[in-house]
């Protein structure tokens, strides 16, 4: 099976950054694209940023600018550097990869995580 685990969540002062980080291990034969999604109280589950299996990326319109989204194929791994960050950006960050276990999947399936959590102080 496949996991990923995210890490890099906390505290911070608004203004600070934090880095998050997502690893996927398990049975993968290659991982098209992997990003970042968010979740605040009260609101839905909102796409943060997005990085194609060829490098594109795609970012919400409330963190562009600020935030910068990074992946490393080698470890099967996605970056989310976070700067400026202002207490709106509070939310648990979950991070998701569409992967295909084999060459002979005909299609990638959605992994997520167990989300991470950071908490933007005023």
């Known amino acids: 099976q496949v996991q990923l685990v995210e890490s890099g969540g906390g505290l911070v002062q608004a203004g600070g950054s934090l880095r998050l980080s997502c690893a996927a291990s398990?049975?993968?034969?290659?991982?098209?694209?992997m990003g970042w999604y968010r979740q605040a109280p009260g609101k839905q589950r909102e796409l943060v940023a997005q990085?194609?299996?060829?490098?594109?990326?795609i970012y919400a319109d409330s963190v562009e600018g600020h935030f910068t989204i990074s992946r490393d194929n080698a470890k099967n791994t996605v970056y989310l550097q976070m700067n400026s960050l202002k207490p709106e950006d509070t939310a648990v960050y979950y991070c998701y990869a569409a992967i295909l276990m084999s060459a002979f999947d005909s299609y990638a399936m959605d992994y997520w995580g167990k989300g991470t959590l950071v908490t933007v102080s005023s």
């Open positions: 990085v194609s299996g060829k490098g594109s990326t």
């Open positions: 398990g049975s993968i034969f290659r991982i098209n694209a």
